[in-house]
Nanobody, 127 residues
Framework: QVQLVESGGGSVEVGGSLRLSCGDSGRSISSYIMGWFRQAPGKEREFVAALSRTGVVSDYRDSVKGRFTISTNNAKNTLYLQMNSLKPEDTAVYYC????????????????????WGQGTQVTVSS
């Protein structure tokens, strides 16, 4: 059973940076498509970024392109989301998720394709 745990959230000022981490107790995540989603207060959860199994193909929502980077470590047991130039509209609970059954090509942007979810970590950006 995959149990994802996120860390690294916190409060920052506009323009600041945070790096979120996600792992499964040190176990490899290389067999999964991995994604980050977020949910702001009063809003639906939305896609942020995803990474293919190979780690080669990534995708981002338009509003974070050029500011956020999804990656894994060399051991392929930790997923990261580097967030730079943060804006107040980035304030949300951020969730990592794993897709066990997706294709080996472009990662899915859709929540219903992801099988395992973390508990979320809060990111607050203040102006």
């Amino acid at each position: 059973q995959v149990q994802l745990v996120e860390s690294g959230g916190g409060s920052v000022e506009v323009g600041g940076s945070l790096r979120l981490s996600c792992g499964d107790s040190g176990r490899s995540i290389s067999s999964y498509i991995m994604g980050w989603f977020r949910q702001a207060p009063g809003k639906e959860r939305e896609f942020v970024a995803a990474l293919s199994r190979t780690g080669v193909v990534s995708d981002y929502r338009d509003s974070v392109k050029g500011r956020f980077t999804i990656s894994t470590n060399n051991a392929k047991n930790t997923l990261y989301l580097q967030m730079n130039s943060l804006k107040p509209e980035d304030t949300a609970v951020y969730y990592c998720a794993a897709d066990a059954d997706g294709s080996w090509g472009r990662p899915s942007l859709y929540q219903h394709d992801y099988d395992y979810w973390g508990q979320g970590t809060q990111v607050t950006v203040s102006s």
